[in-house]
């Protein structure tokens, strides 16, 4: 019976990490919260890892900043569909950045101006 219980509570336990190691959680704790590199032909996010598309989900409130480290070639943050954000105008050169405040809850999708869907990412606002 003892070794019965044992099994259910190691059980319960094995579950509850599962259910609690979500990428998708908002940033903070360990992560980068609200950082994307921008590289040749893609954005990835700082938080998880993502590439093409990044995604990254953060909490209302968190700017997110966008680096540049793609040398001399030329991209863009640009917002796509509803719900939307401002764009960044077309640059180029490492170190170049874009940043933008995430108030509104919801889902933010955005692409390269100058790669469209080859380079593609997903900002999750809760």
Do not use: E
Request: hydrophobic fraction near 30%.
């Amino acid at each position: 019976m003892r070794s019965k219980l044992n099994w259910l509570l190691i059980l319960a336990a094995a579950t509850a990490a599962a259910c609690s190691s979500d990428n998708n959680s908002p940033s903070g704790g360990g992560g980068m919260p609200g950082t994307v590199t921008v590289g040749n032909i893609f954005f990835q996010s700082g938080n998880n890892g993502t590439q093409n598309p990044a995604i990254d989900t953060v909490a209302a409130g968190t700017t997110v900043t966008w680096t540049w480290n793609s040398g001399s070639t030329p991209h863009s943050v640009q917002s796509q569909g509803t719900p939307s954000f401002t764009s960044s105008a077309t640059q180029s050169g490492d170190g170049k950045t874009y940043t933008f405040t995430f108030t509104t809850p919801g889902t933010y999708q955005y692409d390269c101006a100058v790669h469209g869907s080859a380079m593609t990412g997903r900002i999750v606002v809760q």
